[in-house]
């Protein structure tokens, strides 16, 4: 199947400011940057983002008397409140400065005022798309646990190992809930705010621009997952994230809905922090409830055939849903 962003793109015409008797439109570029410029942008914001996300955390845990590296070193589950709701502050501001802003300033300075359209965010998704997403998500789980489970048992260096763990051991500190508004605080933390940043940035931005250099769209989508799953350094979960990136990447370039991918990200993430509270298990044992010694093996292989027929469908009713809106339209 080939790439077919580009001829679904958002508007190529800006209506000048003042319509004249004949509604003419002047045509606008339909891109001022190359793909590889995009893309070193908003990395560029990426990373002058974590930088000043940082140095706002440091000097408000200087302000409140605290040094930011012993919380960061020290929070656990039986940590204060009062600390695990810092530690949530600066994880917000870190998602911030680090995915929402920069996407959205990208956004804005190559697409100007049609920033919003070329994110896709100017149509609602239909109800359909919605529920084929969440369809494909269950069917896909018995996999992503076994990929998860294969990638733990790969040999990776000691520091990739330590920088797991300390992620880890962070999460669990800052997902501790207790009351119910610490649940609501997590879901918002946890499950929208990473929805809206990672998605505009990965989907919305960079899947876009791969787009643009290749024409395949398997290639497309998964490339967009690597990166997506690289840039969380979480890598003994790589592939198992590598596989959720490419379906959101699916949804996202089938329905040409960003809202779609958005919105089971939220579901993907809010569900976690629901069973974490309710299972009262720790965040780094989500993944461990079904052991693969207890999931027999056909189930990942019956849960692969699946997704893929359960894929070839949703691709095939959302490009019969496509040519029919084009026939009514025209």
């Given at each position: 199947m080939d790439n077919n962003l580009e001829q679904y793109s958002t508007p190529q015409y800006d209506a000048i400011s003042e319509p004249s008797p004949t509604h003419e439109r002047r045509l606008r570029p339909r891109q001022?940057?190359?793909?590889?410029?995009?893309?070193?942008?908003?990395?560029?914001?990426?990373?002058?983002?974590?930088?000043?996300?940082?140095?706002?955390?440091?000097?408000?845990?200087?302000?409140?008397?605290?040094d930011f590296q012993t919380i960061v070193a020290n929070i656990n589950a039986n940590s204060p409140i009062g600390?695990?709701?810092?530690?949530?502050?600066?994880?917000?501001?870190?998602?911030?400065?680090?995915f929402i802003l920069p996407a959205i300033i990208t956004a804005f300075f190559v697409y100007k005022k049609l920033w919003f359209n070329h994110l896709r965010l100017s149509t609602r998704p239909t109800p359909l798309s919605i529920l084929m997403g969440i369809g494909w998500f269950l069917v896909s789980m018995p996999l992503v646990q076994w990929v998860y489970k294969l990638n733990q048992k790969l040999p990776l260096p000691e520091w990739?190992?330590?920088?797991?763990?300390?992620?880890?051991?962070?999460?669990?500190?800052?997902?501790?809930?207790?009351?119910?508004?610490?649940?609501?605080?997590?879901?918002?933390?946890?499950?929208?705010?990473?929805?809206?940043?990672?998605?505009?940035?990965?989907?919305?931005?960079?899947?876009?621009?791969?787009?643009?250099?290749?024409k395949n769209e398997h290639l497309i989508v998964w490339a967009?997952?690597?990166?997506?799953?690289?840039?969380?350094?979480?890598?003994?979960?790589?592939?198992?994230?590598?596989?959720?990136?490419?379906?959101?990447?699916?949804?996202?370039?089938?329905?040409?809905?960003?809202?779609v991918p958005i919105i089971l990200h939220l579901l993907n993430n809010g569900v976690q922090v629901l069973t974490i509270y309710v299972m009262g298990i720790k965040p780094s044992e989500i993944n461990t409830m079904t052991d693969t010694n207890e999931l027999p093996l056909w189930s990942g292989f019956v849960?692969?055939?699946?997704?893929?027929?359960?894929?070839?469908?949703?691709?095939?009713?959302l490009k019969k849903d496509e040519t029919t809106v084009s026939t009514d339209s025209v």
């Open positions: 001022e940057y190359t793909p590889i410029a995009v893309i070193a942008i908003i990395f560029a914001f990426f990373v002058v983002g974590n930088i000043v996300g940082s140095l706002i955390m440091i000097a408000l845990a200087a302000a409140n008397g605290m600390t695990r709701n810092f530690m949530r502050a600066t994880l917000f501001l870190n998602h911030f400065f680090s990739m190992i330590n920088l797991e763990q300390s992620t880890g051991h962070l999460l669990e500190g800052i997902i501790a809930q207790d009351n119910f508004y610490e649940i609501i605080i997590n879901v918002l933390l946890i499950g929208v705010i990473p929805a809206i940043g990672e998605e505009l940035m990965f989907r919305g931005i960079i899947q876009q621009q791969i787009g643009r250099l290749l967009s997952a690597a990166i997506f799953s690289a840039v969380h350094m979480q890598f003994q979960g790589f592939f198992a994230r590598l596989l959720l990136g490419a379906l959101l990447g699916y949804l996202f370039i089938w329905t040409k809905n960003l809202w849960s692969l055939v699946v997704s893929i027929v359960w894929g070839i469908w949703v691709y095939r009713v």
